[in-house]
């Protein structure tokens, strides 16, 4: 299936967009795959404008930072995942709340979630819930997170025979119950509908999956005065990673490359919120903003 969707998209691939794994599937796989088709990365437009030269090196750049490994994770299973952490927790410090005071909830243990766990516990924020396909498992003291992801499998999924007796299991929906500081739906799109919005007990929805929020659920939510930082600002570490080795001419070192996310994702982060705060808005439409804000910069730079 995958093979038949690149072969499909292969016209566009080559003039004119860029692609990358998500839900199911795997960075390798996709290379491999567009290997067969004559296209030698999913990047393939951006490299085609470049000189022989830079092509090779930007290539060889590429190949090695997707591939690298960190934290026992391969580096495109934590870029994405350590933006949401970052984006968390600028956006808990507008709020007046120290990350290392607050208790979050998340849905979703693959890639996005289990990433964002890791390194949302590391800057001491308790993690009390978190979800997967096949429920809820809690603590009141905080989730070993590390002990969790050494215990889940290849879905992300939790072997709940390994877990410690402080944990509890619920249902899959039940990561939305707890008061929290913050809620990261991390796993599906529609995860947060207008059905469950009387159940949230939070100030902040940082959105590590694609479309998390419904509209009418953001709605409600805003109205009642909890910010949503949206998905293309907090899942973005994925596409900086990219963007550091494509346009950044950045090294494929983990250290280098996760500083430049957290500065750009940090920055974007206070920025919306100076946005929302001026114009009265929320920090989706500020997030719009700064979009605009930015491709008429690249535009005035003469860039594409």
Known sequence: MLKRYLLAHRPFIRECWGTSEDLGTREEDILAI?????VNTSVHVVLSRRSAEDQSTLLGNLLKGLFLQHDGMVFTDVTTGYGVAVAAREAL???GVRPEHSR????GFGTVGGGAALYLSRQGVRIVAVADFEGCVFSDEGLDIERLLRVRNDKGVVDRQRLSGACRLGLREDWLSPEVDLLVPAAISGAITS??????????????ANMPTTEEAERKLVAR?????PDFIANSGG???????LFHG???????????LDQTISGSVHRIFDIAEQEKISL??????LVEERRKEMLGRGLP
């Open 104 to 107: 979050a909830a998340i849905q």
């Open 284 to 289: 989706r439409q500020a997030a719009h903003r």
């Open 225 to 229: 005065g909890v910010r949503i930082v």
């Open 195 to 208: 059905e469950h919005v009387d159940r949230i007990q939070t100030r902040l929805v940082v959105e590590g």
């Open 239 to 245: 596409i900086g990673l990219f963007g550091a080795l």
């Open 34 to 38: 567009l290997k067969e088709l004559d």
């Open 250 to 260: 950045l090294p494929p070192e983990p250290a280098t490359i996760l500083a430049f």
């Open 93 to 95: 410090r507008r709020l």
